[in-house]
């Protein structure tokens, strides 16, 4: 499933279907590069949308179905981290920035979900079936991603000058984030790394 992050409202301009345009095209021409992944930004008001779209492997350090109880419990701990978008995207204190809701996807969530069923079956024969079609279901998502999608709702927006990225810190794997955003003062574009991890947004 691909979000569409830019649907904020009408009040914002055509530019955001433009940009839209712009992240499909270049996510397009540079689909599925480990270490790097895209996050689209959106400033509304009070209101802040953040939408992630990065491969399995920059996150998890495997792109394969979660068979092994160290992948599931890899897993279950990549989404627990992804759920608290706080530590992994920062404004300022002055901001009042509340985290609204939470949204994952990916084939390998479901993927792990599925495993834990068949799991509590006992059913050996069965899972030895399923393990085949787990084999064929790990080769047709070899190149996983992992996308999120955040709300923040701003007290304050006036004092939204910039956003830090604590993403990079927990997870090794991401090198390098190709940041497209629209703010109240417009488009902006950044190329954001582990010594360039704070955007301005002022």
């Known amino acids: 499933m691909r979000r569409q992050l830019f649907t904020l409202s009408i009040a914002l301009p055509l530019s955001l279907n433009a940009l839209a345009h712009e992240h499909d095209e270049h996510t397009s021409l540079d689909a599925h590069e480990h270490g790097v992944a895209s996050l689209n930004l959106a ?3 009070a209101r802040v949308q953040l939408e992630l779209d990065s491969p399995a492997m920059n996150l998890l350090g495997f792109e394969h179905a979660a068979n092994a109880p160290e992948d599931i419990a890899k897993v279950k701990a990549v989404q627990a981290q992804l759920q608290q978008a706080d530590q992994l995207f920062r404004f300022p204190a002055a901001a009042g920035c509340s ?3 939470a949204d994952l996807d990916s ?3 479901d993927a792990h979900q599925e ?3 068949e799991h509590d079956d006992h059913d050996h024969d069965a899972a030895h079936d399923e393990h085949d079609e787990d084999h064929e279901h790990e080769h047709e998502h ?3 991603d992992i996308e999120a999608s955040y709300t923040f709702n701003c007290a304050q927006p006036d004092k939204l000058t910039h956003m830090e990225l604590p993403l990079f810190a927990v997870y090794p794997g991401l090198e390098r984030l190709n940041l497209q955003g629209i703010t109240p003062k417009g488009q902006m574009g950044a190329e954001l790394t582990r010594k360039r991890a704070t955007v301005q947004l002022d």
């Open 43 to 45: 400033i509304e008001g």
């Open 99 to 101: 985290l609204a809701s």
């Open 107 to 109: 084939p390998l969530f």
């Open 115 to 117: 495993a834990e069923h």
């Open 142 to 144: 070899s190149h996983a």
